[in-house]
Nanobody
Framework: QVQLVESGGGLVQAGGSLRLSCAAS????????MGWFRQAPGRKERDFVA?????????QYADSVKGRFTIPRDNAKNTVYLQMNSLKPEDTAVYYC????????????????WGQGTQVTVSS
C-alpha cells in the first residue's frame, strides 16, 4: 500500500501562484510514477493535469496547464509537487495526487493509489 497526503491548497487571486505537495508513505516512493489530477465543480471525472516518471526525467502536462504548471519530485523526501503559476479561475478544482507502479501514464484508471484531495480556489 501507498498512502498519499496532499497539502498546499487554498484561495488565491487570478494570476497568483500555489504549490501543492503530495507526501507518500508505505512502499518505496522511487518505484512509482506520480500524477496530479483535478475535479472541477460539477464534473464527475477527474481530469489529467500532470505526470512525472519514476526518475523525474520525463513529464507530461495537459494542454490547459502547459507553461504554467510544473511537477517536480523529490525522491529523498518522498514528495511530489505541483507548482502552479498564473492561476486562472478555471483552475478551480479539487486536486488529487496519484501513484502508478513504474509507468508514467495520463489515464486516471491506470493509477493504483490516490490521495484525499486538496481544494484550490482561484478568484477573478
Amino acid at each position: 500500500q501507498v498512502q498519499l497526503v496532499e497539502s498546499g491548497g487554498g484561495l488565491v487571486q487570478a494570476g497568483g501562484s500555489l504549490r501543492l505537495s503530495c507526501a507518500a508513505s508505505g512502499r518505496p516512493f522511487v518505484n512509482y510514477a506520480m500524477g496530479w489530477f483535478r475535479q472541477a465543480p460539477g464534473r464527475k471525472e477527474r481530469d489529467f493535469v500532470a505526470a512525472i516518471s519514476v526518475s523525474g526525467g520525463n513529464t507530461q502536462y495537459a494542454d490547459s496547464v502547459k507553461g504554467r504548471f510544473t511537477i517536480p519530485r523529490d525522491n529523498a523526501k518522498n514528495t511530489v509537487y505541483l507548482q502552479m503559476n498564473s492561476l486562472k479561475p478555471e483552475d478551480t478544482a479539487v486536486y488529487y495526487c496519484a501513484a502508478n507502479l513504474v509507468t508514467l501514464v495520463t489515464r486516471s484508471q491506470l493509477y493504483d493509489y490516490w490521495g484525499q484531495g486538496t481544494q484550490v480556489t482561484v478568484s477573478s
